[in-house]
């Protein structure tokens, strides 16, 4: 059994993450297109076993590998991910199927805080401050983060500031002493690449198109 779970553990882990958003989204029509708020609430309890299950994979892997390795490392992310950014994209989701159940029902599900974040996100110039905010605190973190693995790992005797300068470190994957902090620096540096493109695409490439729209009526 545990061979089995090794070999097919990137298997049995994306299937996890399939239930887990099918489950959110099953949560979310069943209790605004139905109406069934008990109901909903087991594929709600489903999602949280299937982000359990992810974690137990993790610990397994680790257990019988007895190393940090790329497939927990990219698990926490996906799990840190759900429990931070994941929850405002599920608040985003919840407003969009409330919306368009409403609409499709003839009822307002939205509440008065729902409309207001809606119109909020409608507007190009909001938008890009939250993103340039979230960004901000990213970026933070990562200098913070790296600040740490550079004194506790450092790989020559220099200065911080040369090394995180030198933007040979980012297509490096042997930065560090330690293996696992290198496949963390590696994953990460991905992540943190992608969001600072999306981020600032709101800002350097702003939609105001829905702006222009509501001036000329």
């Given at each position: 059994?545990?061979?089995?779970?090794?070999?097919?553990?990137?298997?049995?882990?994306?299937?996890?993450?399939?239930?887990?958003?099918?489950?959110?989204?099953?949560f979310?029509?069943?209790?605004?297109?139905?109406?069934?708020?008990?109901?909903?609430?087991?594929?709600?309890?489903?999602?949280?076993?299937?982000?359990?299950?992810?974690?137990?994979l993790?610990?397994?892997?680790?257990?019988?590998?007895?190393?940090?390795?790329?497939?927990?490392?990219?698990?926490?992310?996906?799990?840190?991910?759900a429990?931070?950014?994941?929850?405002?994209?599920?608040?985003?989701?919840?407003?969009?199927?409330?919306?368009?159940?409403?609409?499709?029902?003839?009822?307002?599900?939205?509440?008065?805080?729902?409309?207001?974040?809606?119109?909020?996100?409608?507007?190009?110039?909001y938008?890009?401050?939250?993103?340039?905010?979230?960004?901000?605190?990213?970026?933070?973190?990562?200098?913070?983060?790296?600040?740490?693995?550079?004194?506790?790992?450092?790989?020559?005797?220099?200065?911080?500031?040369?090394?995180?300068?030198?933007?040979?470190?980012?297509?490096?994957?042997?930065?560090?002493?330690?293996?696992?902090?290198?496949?963390?620096?590696?994953?990460w540096?991905?992540?943190?690449?992608?969001d600072?493109?999306?981020?600032?695409?709101?800002?350097?490439?702003?939609?105001?198109?829905?702006?222009?729209?509501?001036?000329?009526?």
């Open positions: 059994m545990k061979e089995l779970i090794i070999a097919y553990q990137w298997e049995l882990f994306i299937f996890a993450e399939i239930v887990s958003w099918l489950s959110l989204v099953l979310l029509v069943i209790r605004y297109a139905f109406q069934r708020f008990s109901i909903s609430i087991l594929f709600l309890m489903l999602f949280l076993g299937a982000t359990v299950f992810e974690l137990v993790a610990i397994f892997d680790y257990q019988e590998t007895g190393e940090i390795a790329t497939f927990q490392m990219i698990i926490f992310i996906f799990v840190l991910y429990f931070t950014f994941g929850i405002g994209d599920f608040r985003k989701m919840d407003r969009y199927l409330k919306d368009k159940i409403g609409k499709y029902r003839g009822q307002n599900l939205l509440t008065e805080k729902d409309e207001r974040i809606i119109k909020q996100n409608k507007d190009p110039d938008l890009a401050q939250k993103y340039r905010r979230t960004w901000l605190v990213h970026a933070i973190l990562f200098v913070i983060v790296h600040l740490l693995f550079w004194i506790f790992y450092r790989p020559l005797d220099e200065s911080f500031l040369p090394f995180f300068t030198d933007l040979s470190w980012i297509k490096d994957s042997e930065v560090f002493r330690e293996p696992f902090v290198n496949q963390i620096n590696a994953v540096k991905i992540v943190f690449i992608i600072t493109i999306w981020s600032w695409s709101y800002t350097l490439f702003p939609d105001k198109s829905g702006q222009s729209k509501k001036k000329g009526e």
